[in-house]
């Protein structure tokens, strides 16, 4: 599976942006797609995920709310709506697949085994 990341930007806080993530490959049924984070000087941090098949979401709590993860079948697309963003939301988006991934370890970057290349999303005034 391979992933392009699209989206990212410039944008004030309580602003909105929509990331998408393109996903070229064979079959998604068995594949969770996830986008995860990294802010400047931190480590890289679980944002949201989907599984393909049934659609069933998470999130991390501090975007809940806040962020909405779909996927588009048709596309072959995910993409994460983010609504009322924060300056501390501003980091490097990267979306993110990986096939048998049980649900406790969705937010585990190591469970993913496709990476896009990232995009930044800045918030600021």
């Known amino acids: 599976v391979q992933l392009q990341a699209s989206g990212g930007g410039l944008v004030q806080p309580g602003g909105s942006l929509r990331l998408s993530c393109a996903v070229f490959?064979?079959?998604?049924?068995?594949?969770?797609m996830a986008w995860f984070r990294q802010a400047p000087g931190k480590e890289r941090e679980f944002v949201a995920a989907i599984r393909w098949s049934s659609q069933h979401t998470r999130y991390r709590d501090s975007v809940k709310g806040r962020f909405t993860i779909s996927r588009d079948g048709a596309k072959n697309t995910v993409s994460l709506q983010m609504n009322s963003l924060k300056p501390e939301d501003t980091a490097v988006y990267y979306c993110?697949?990986?096939?048998?991934?049980?649900?406790?370890?969705?937010?585990?970057?190591?469970?993913?085994?496709?990476w896009g290349q990232g995009t930044l999303v800045t918030v600021s005034s």
């Open positions: 490959g064979r079959t998604f049924g068995q594949y969770t």
């Open positions: 993110a697949a990986g096939r048998g991934i049980i649900t406790s370890a969705q937010d585990m970057g190591t469970q993913y085994d496709s």
